[in-house]
């Protein structure tokens, strides 16, 4: 009798674990979702700011570091745009070209 016991109180805790993982399953799918629209968002609104990828790129910071451990040392510039705070990291000394496709003739 204590068996039947023990084995049904063994299935009930593996059916609440199973549940619970589950639960999280869906939380976590739930989050991703809201991630992907928080994202979205976020790139309309960099293209009100910055119509067509038009920024304004200017220089914050730079490091360096080296990949490889041997002596080749590589040069990594941080760049914000000034308008919409966006932030990148280039291996270029320059900032990045972009065009404002709102000056130029249509072709």
Not at 10 to 34: H, P, V, W
């Amino acid at each position: 009798m204590k068996e039947y016991i023990l084995l049904a109180v063994t299935i009930a805790s593996l059916l609440l674990a199973f549940a619970a993982i589950n639960a999280s399953r869906r939380q976590k799918e739930a989050l991703k979702q809201e991630n992907y629209a928080l994202h979205l968002r976020i790139e309309d609104m960099e293209e009100v700011i910055c119509p067509n990828g038009a920024h304004h790129w200017v220089k914050v910071g730079s490091y360096s570091f080296c990949p490889c451990g041997v002596e080749s040392w590589t040069n990594v510039y941080q760049y914000r745009c000034s308008r919409c705070r966006k932030r990148i990291e280039s291996g270029l000394p320059f900032p990045p070209r972009t065009e404002d496709r709102r000056t130029k003739p249509h072709e």
